[in-house]
């Protein structure tokens, strides 16, 4: 089976464009989180989805927005890009409730200019 | 408030040798669990073994396993027989209650590198 598939994989934007990055969960799995991860540090928890509703959001400015479709894939938005926001973007999938474990996609690599 | 410690910046370990990664957490929770992930050059966050907090044994997953002692509240990760393909970052998280939602709540990870 398919892993957690994220498109692209490299990405190039200015300060003050907006960027769209895709993520497709494993097949089965209801549940989407994404993660933003600065050189360095942790992933950093943004949005998760569940039958395409918000669950939970992080600490993020509303510049981020998420959304899920209908077949459980996800988009996160960024608007009006800042240098800061240049990261590795992370989407992990689930199967809904307990202690089930996240898998990880090989994430987006954002650059902003 | 949730918190995860991870001490080590880097460590080094000889190929076939046994190594401990560290990680301490702090959470007001009784019900809880911890996970290590380890992350690749590549980037992709791979799930290597799960704990929970009510869990009466160590959890083992392979050459991985996971040395939890409550009391302590520590969850060190122990990779036996290491290959030069274990070089790579660890993430020890924890699953983040405070919004509600399916999240993990990771530390700064640990930079692991076997020496052949």
């Known amino acids: 089976d398919a892993g957690v598939t994220q498109s692209p994989t490299h990405l190039i934007k200015t300060r003050g464009q907006h960027v769209t990055l895709r993520c497709s969960p494993i097949s089965g799995h209801k549940s989407v989180s994404w993660y933003q991860q600065v050189l360095g540090q942790g992933p950093q928890f943004i949005f998760q989805y569940y039958e395409k509703e918000e669950r939970g959001r992080g600490n993020f400015p509303d510049r981020f927005s998420a959304r899920q479709f209908p077949n459980y894939s996800s988009e996160l938005n960024v608007n009006a890009l800042l240098l800061g926001d240049s990261a590795l973007y992370l989407c992990?999938?689930?199967?809904?409730?307990?202690?089930?474990?996240?898998?990880f996609g090989d994430g987006t690599r954002l650059s902003i200019l | 408030a949730q918190k995860i410690t991870q001490t080590q910046p880097g460590m080094f370990v000889q190929e076939k040798e046994a190594v401990t990664l560290d990680c301490t957490y702090d959470?007001?929770?009784?019900?809880?669990?911890l996970f290590w992930y380890k992350q690749p050059s590549s980037g992709e966050m791979i799930f290597l073994i799960y704990?929970?907090?009510?869990?009466?044994q160590n959890a083992t997953e392979g050459r991985y396993s996971l040395n939890f002692q409550k009391a302590r509240k520590s969850a060190n990760l122990v990779i036996s027989a290491s290959q030069l393909g274990d070089s790579a970052m660890y993430f020890c998280a924890m699953r983040n209650r405070q919004t509600g939602a399916n999240n993990l709540f990771f530390g700064t990870g640990t930079r692991l590198t076997v020496i052949p």
């Open positions: 959470t007001s929770d009784q019900s809880y669990g």
């Open positions: 704990q929970g907090s009510y869990d009466e």
């Open positions: 992990a999938s689930s199967l809904a409730g307990g202690e089930q474990p996240q898998h």
